[in-house]
Structure formats: C-alpha cells, structure tokens
C-alpha cells in the first residue's frame, strides 16, 4: 500500500524551513527520500533504516519514527536549488519492493 | 562514471508491437527494479529483482515482462503494448538493503 505523504504542496522563500512527512500503514524496514526536479530522474537523498538514528547532511535531515511508521524530511535555510518534487520511498522486509508516496511540491522563491 | 543506462529514451509504438526497453547499471549492483510514472499516481513499482534469476511483482505488473540473466542487464518487454501503457519508465538499481537507488535518465514511451 502506497505511503501517504503531506503536504501535497509547499511554496517557501528562501531562508525558510519545511517538513514534509511519510506515513505508512505497514511495518516498516527502511524509508528512503528521493527528489526529482522537472523533467528528470529522482535522486536519492537518504535512507533511514529500523533501529538506526536520524540522518542528515548540510541543511536536509530526516528521521524514522518505526513504532508510528512515520518518517519526516526537514529542510532547513531552503535555497532555490531545494525546488522540486520529494517522494518517500517505504520498503519492508522484502527491501526490494520499495513503494513510494504520491510526492510533495517543494517551490522555492527568491 | 557510475551510471544506469535506459535506452530508448524515447519511444512510439503502435498498439500490440512487441517491444524492450533495455537497463544497464555499471555498479555491481544487486537490486534492480522497473518503475512507471504518470502525472498524479507517482512512481509505481512494476518489477524488482533481488539477484540474478530473481524476480518479483511490484504493484502494476499486468502487461509486463522481465528477466535477470546477467547481473548489470534488467530489460522490460511489453508483448502486445496498449495505449494505457504510456508513460515515463525508470530502471533503478541498488548495492543492497542498506543504500538507495540510482535512477536511470527515463524512457517515455508512447503507445498508439
């Protein structure tokens, strides 16, 4: 079943913050988070595995709440290179079936 | 350069046209999967594989074929394409459970 990510849309300046979030209704083993900028392929950000710790780099971190099957993807200080459509990706104990959400517009304005 | 190769990248086929899309990954890498995308429904899983003659149905499997004889090669078949089948194909491969995917640069087909 298809993780449920929120918000659908999010329209920032830069500087500013977001928090897109993935919610699962299965046990979960990893989650990862993908962006893809218009008319190419997603790119892979991070993965979150069971048991392990909270993620990040430069100003994007995530972290994996397994016993609420969630997970959230923090921007932080957006910059306009930050634009594009961001997808969770949700995988079980069989890692090779990743099914991934419907994906949350990021816009970023000057 | 580390990469996944699609090809074609474009593609307009008649209905019924028997077809591949070809998927090379450079990586060694044992996870392979086929996804299509279409505005509003996001990235659907049609085929993964976990290794060499190993196959599984994602979630839209119905008109679709793969193989995994060789470890860098996953080509996608279409035995008698329709028209519901166009749309934005990736091929993505993965070291193992515990890293991402790299995606191939896409093939949009076009089925008439």
């Known amino acids: 079943q298809q993780p449920v990510q929120s918000p659908q849309a999010v329209i920032l300046r830069e500087g500013e913050d977001a928090v897109i979030n993935c919610s699962s209704s299965k046990a979960l083993y990893s989650v990862h988070w993908y962006r893809q900028k218009h008319g190419e392929a997603p790119v892979f950000l991070m993965i979150l595995l069971k048991g392990g710790e909270q993620k990040g780099h430069d100003k994007i971190s995530a972290s994996f709440n397994e016993k609420k099957q969630q997970s959230s993807l923090y921007l932080t200080a957006s910059q306009l290179s930050y634009s594009g459509t961001y997808f969770c990706g949700t995988a079980g104990t069989s890692y090779g079936k990743l099914t991934f959400g419907q994906g949350t517009i990021l816009t970023v304005h000057p | 350069e580390a990469q996944v190769t699609q090809n074609p990248r474009y593609l307009i086929t008649v209905t019924g046209k028997k077809l591949t899309v070809t998927c090379s990954q450079n990586?060694?890498?044992?996870?392979m999967s086929w996804y299509r995308q279409d505005p509003g429904l996001g990235l659907r899983q049609i085929y993964y594989s976990m290794n060499v003659e190993v196959t599984d149905k994602g979630d839209v499997p119905e008109g679709y074929k793969v193989s995994r004889k060789e470890k860098r090669n996953f080509p996608l078949i279409l035995e008698s394409p329709s028209p519901n089948q166009t749309s934005l194909y990736f091929c993505a491969s993965s070291r193992d459970r515990g890293n991402g995917y790299t995606f191939g640069s896409g093939t949009r087909l076009t089925v008439v």
């Open positions: 990586m060694n890498h044992e996870y």
